[in-house]
């Protein structure tokens, strides 16, 4: 079992590492975003490929992080039900669930999607937008995300299995105490701190 939860723990450590990459997706379409709209404001112009890159984008950061998300146990979780049960039980629950639910599911939509994104790649299907993208990466973030996701699952039952043998602490706690908005407040807040002290030490200059 110390070798399975060594597995664990580096994939949770690249998990992590997928994640914080994939959130700079999010400011490169709010960027492609802001620069086709003064285009098309200053110059009256524009291309289909900007509006499909910020799609492309979006699709990205929802698939790739999937396995992070994972990771934050940030997925949506009905607990009408199974919050009323015991910790053990809820741990039971979450393993009958990933064996017998979400690693098929993840296997079988992979099989599904594979032969769709060598079809896309071995002919290069383009968008049938004018000025459209090639189709097939962003056909490729199907089974590329839910293999992150699979991926993650497995951790996730490695530490439930652990769990049960006394060796870890509850998994299914949330990893951070604070939401992602407090996380954010949290960093501004930083940031203007160091911004104030950077400008108290020129002055003192």
């Not at 003064?38 to 984008?57: C, D, G, H, M, P």
């Not at 997925?75 to 017998?100: A, E, L, N």
């Not at 290069?124 to 991926?151: C, D, K, T």
Request: hydrophobic letters at 55%; aromatic letters at 12%.
């Amino acid at each position: 079992m110390e070798s399975l939860l060594a597995l664990s723990k580096r994939i949770d450590k690249f998990s992590e590492w997928v994640g914080r990459w994939v959130a700079w997706l999010v400011l490169a379409a709010v960027l492609i975003s802001a620069g086709n709209a003064v285009v098309r404001k200053a110059f009256n112009t524009s291309s289909n490929a900007f509006l499909e890159i910020q799609w492309y984008l979006f699709a990205a950061v929802f698939m790739l992080a999937a396995g992070y998300t994972l990771l934050r146990q940030e997925h949506v979780k009905i607990d009408v039900v199974s919050g009323r049960f015991s910790k053990r039980t809820q741990i039971w629950i979450d393993i009958v669930g990933i064996t017998c639910f979400l690693l098929p599911f993840v296997f079988y939509i992979i099989k599904l999607a594979m032969p769709l994104v060598i079809n896309a790649y071995v002919s290069n299907e383009m968008s049938s937008n004018a000025g459209g993208l090639i189709r097939w990466p962003v056909f490729a973030l199907l089974p590329l995300g839910l293999l992150l996701l699979g991926i993650q699952a497995i951790s996730e039952l490695i530490k439930r299995v652990a769990f049960l043998q006394g060796m870890i602490p509850d998994p299914s706690k949330k990893q951070g105490a604070k939401t992602p908005e407090e996380e954010f407040a949290e960093f501004l807040l930083q940031k203007e701190v160091a911004a104030r002290e950077a400008a108290q030490m020129g002055a003192q200059k």
